[in-house]
């Protein structure tokens, strides 16, 4: 039986920590520091949700930002609802033997069980691939067609405007597929494909990764094995 009192305990816990709209929230006032002090200072509890962002920042070239709003501010609404979903599948792991997801506003992970998930196509409303999700997998979708323009740039500061519709990712990490999945919209394609050959495995090791993006136009590019059904 799924501890639902547990799971909301987790996600609030999460959310006050590391709310970017929060004056009191712990990333607030750590914001002002630098990353050393920053990893010093934090809730041992998300302080893995820190590395990941600042290796992610590192390794994308800035696409992927915390710091994008300015030096001294921080944002990790782009991988910290997947570091949650990866909090909660973590514990029930080990307690639960029921087939289970876990769904967090789109950041999507099977603890128990396979489940089929669709991967929306931001045209028709309808579906453009369909997932097998297995046991242990993630997927994290970044897109506008639910909240408009707000995925940003870290390298500039600005809307990102580069013919992208949506990223889908597919991992056993729901916090990796909550960033990669920024991450490649940033970049695109093209630029995201290298990204993925020459950094992944700095940043995750040998875990699989695979990638759906779906241009302006319908176009659909793939990253990774090809078990996005239906493309």
Known sequence: MVDVPFVEKVFSAVEKLMNAYDPDSELS????LGEEEILANCNRGVRPCYEAAFNLARESGGAFNPRWKGPKTLDLGAIAKGYAVSLVTNDFAFVSQADM??????????VRGTWKTGVRDPFSGGFAAVVELREGEALATSSTYYRGSHIYDGRTGLAVSNGVASVTVLCNSAMWADGLSTTLFVLGPEEGKKFLDDKLKILVGDMAVSALWIMDGGRQEIYGNARFQGN
């Open 29 to 32: 006032r750590l914001a002002p």
């Open 101 to 110: 997801l876990v769904d967090l506003g789109g950041n999507v992970k099977s």
